[in-house]
């Protein structure tokens, strides 16, 4: 199994790109046209991922954009594969001719949250 990374490894390893590091998740942003271009935009991260998707990747179509998110799900937290699956995940966006962006709400760029990890009683 692939050792995680350190919070500062994470954010330093996406340092340049769109994706942000976020409670043990890589997250980022594409914003869209429609509901036709969110679907192409997933399938492209789908296809980018490969095998690794299912293990990794999460997709959340939204009107005007598309949330995509990567963690390793069997650690529940972030490894070397979900770095190289977000440079994956870039270039096949950028192949749509599309822009990946910071994870952005009403217009600002900003981080979201996307996920709660419980804490114990």
Do not use: F, K, N
Request: proline share 2%; with cysteine; charged share 20%.
């Amino acid at each position: 199994m692939t050792d995680t990374l350190t919070r500062t490894d994470a954010s330093a390893a996406v340092a340049g790109s769109a994706w942000r590091y976020l409670l043990g998740t890589l997250v980022t942003s594409v914003p869209v046209d429609s509901v036709a271009q969110a679907l192409e935009v997933a399938q492209a991260a789908v296809a980018a991922c490969g095998q690794d998707a299912d293990g990794h990747l999460r997709v959340d179509l939204r009107s005007g954009r598309v949330e995509l998110s990567l963690q390793t799900a069997v650690l529940a937290d972030l490894t070397v594969v979900d770095v190289d699956l977000s440079r994956r995940i870039s270039d096949a966006v950028a192949a749509l001719a599309l822009t990946i962006a910071a994870v952005a709400i009403d217009g600002r760029r900003r981080s979201v949250q996307t996920g709660l990890r419980r804490v114990p009683d």
